[in-house]
């Protein structure tokens, strides 16, 4: 693991992340790891967020006025196939 130092923090930014720390129920150190875990992840989910916007976007640009059954349609289908794998027999039969 590494180590990291920060140097010239303002005596108030100090002040409440020990504050917070306590508030907490852990050491100031565990606070700033747990701060930089929160502040990278969010920033990295974010980006997860907007790539999946994205190739969701294009997905929608390739398969625009494509259309799709409707979901009775779908069920229907479904249930037909479901009906022929155990029974050998459509639905309707």
Do not use: C, W, Y
């Not at 502040?39 to 790539?51: F, G, I, K, T």
């Amino acid at each position: 693991m590494a180590t990291l130092t920060v140097r010239n923090v303002d005596d108030d930014i100090a002040r409440r992340l020990r504050v917070r720390a306590a508030e907490h129920g852990r050491s100031a150190e565990a606070e700033h790891r747990e701060i930089l875990r929160a502040a990278l992840m969010d920033h990295a989910s974010q980006a997860a967020r907007e790539r999946a916007a994205e190739r969701l976007a294009e997905f929608r640009r390739r398969t625009a006025g494509r259309g799709s059954a409707p979901s009775g349609e779908l069920l229907h289908e479904v249930r037909s196939e479901r009906m022929r794998a155990l029974t050998g027999k459509g639905e309707d039969t």
